[in-house]
């Protein structure tokens, strides 16, 4: 089989639950694996180290760095412990031991990189940028929220949408390794991650997009499962998509990785009771956004949330890279 084929380069670009979960899967399959996260949260542990030691948040990068980790499991343990009394109270040690490695190095993605390195993790993981930034969101009622961790409670309860989002300072610049492994990717993967905070930071960093649009890459988005109350209230396959085409000014991916399985009744009730849903898909809007749609079964439900299945997602993205990346159009 080709090497493009067997063993892909795979750029995926994220942040959050979804992008480290992906990454648990995807790490027994291919070792070309370079993973591009936001640097926008500022709430939680993150937040309190960004503000405390001027750094960029360590959270999402180092959720990745440990998802990709080769560890025992005492380290995977130690890693993920979060203290439980006095000053350090819901931080965790990986965060902090993160910001040790930034207090030693010069730049925040070379502290990413001597991190990656202690635990031999499979591929690597890049900061899309090395900017202190931070993400403002503006309302289709003329409204604007500041602060990743302030934009899902500014919307709920009300009926505006989010209309665009953008970082502050606007358009920082990108980390050029994270535009080279875009650039370089066989298979580039969006998602899976909150649409507007963890998937769009990235995309409104100068030279991202740009970059995505451009690559001669197998391009696409994995679909969230269910929607996010506070982001995505209502959104179906296309409204997802479209936000994605209008915020970053390009027609990203010609493919959708969306689940096909139903999710148990239950799960859909104490969802729906805090506002979210499973997304609907609505093919023919979605066709008409040049989009083609793979459905699979992909999702997972355990300890009471709804979660794609890394094991299965990563199979399923392999899968149709193989199938279907001799075309770049949908039909």
Excluded at 239 to 264: M, Q, T, Y
Aim: glycine content about 10%.
């Amino acid at each position: 089989m080709n090497e493009r084929f067997s063993s892909p380069r795979i750029a995926v670009i994220g942040g959050g639950t979804g992008l480290s979960t992906m990454l648990r899967g995807l790490k027994k399959l291919s070792r070309n694996i370079t993973a591009i996260v936001t640097v926008a949260d500022d709430g939680g542990g993150s937040g309190m180290l960004r503000a405390d030691l001027g750094m960029p948040p360590p959270g999402d990068v180092r959720n990745c760095i440990q998802a990709l980790a080769n560890t025992e499991p005492i380290m995977e343990k130690l890693l993920a412990y979060r203290f439980t009394e006095g000053s350090l109270k819901g931080q965790s040690f990986g965060n902090l031991f993160l910001a040790a490695l930034n207090g030693m190095s010069d730049t925040f993605d070379e502290a990413v990189r001597r991190m990656s390195d202690v635990l031999a993790i499979t591929g690597r993981v890049l900061p899309v940028t090395n900017e202190n930034v931070y993400l403002a969101a503006e309302f289709s009622d003329g409204s604007e929220a500041v602060g990743e961790s302030h934009i899902a409670e500014f919307k709920k309860g009300t009926d505006k949408r989010i209309e665009r989002v953008r970082l502050i300072p606007e358009r920082p610049r990108a980390l050029p390794e994270a535009i080279r492994a875009i650039e370089e990717a066989d298979m580039i993967v969006l998602g899976p991650g909150s649409l507007y905070t963890s998937i769009m930071p990235n995309l409104v960093t100068d030279g991202v997009a740009e970059a995505v649009a451009r690559a001669d890459a197998f391009k696409i988005y994995v679909l969230n499962v269910m929607t996010q109350d506070g982001e995505t209230e209502g959104y179906t396959a296309s409204d997802h998509i479209s936000a994605l085409f209008s915020n970053s000014g390009e027609h990203l991916f010609d493919w959708c990785l969306a689940n096909c399985l139903a999710i148990p009744a239950d799960f859909v009730r104490r969802y729906a009771s805090e506002g979210a849903e499973p997304v609907k898909i609505d093919d023919e809007a979605v066709k008409k956004l040049g989009v083609g749609i793979v459905r699979a079964p992909v999702a997972g439900w355990r300890s009471g949330y709804v979660r794609h299945d890394p094991d299965v997602l990563s199979r399923e993205l392999l899968r149709v890279y193989r199938e279907k990346s001799h075309t770049r159009v949908y039909g």
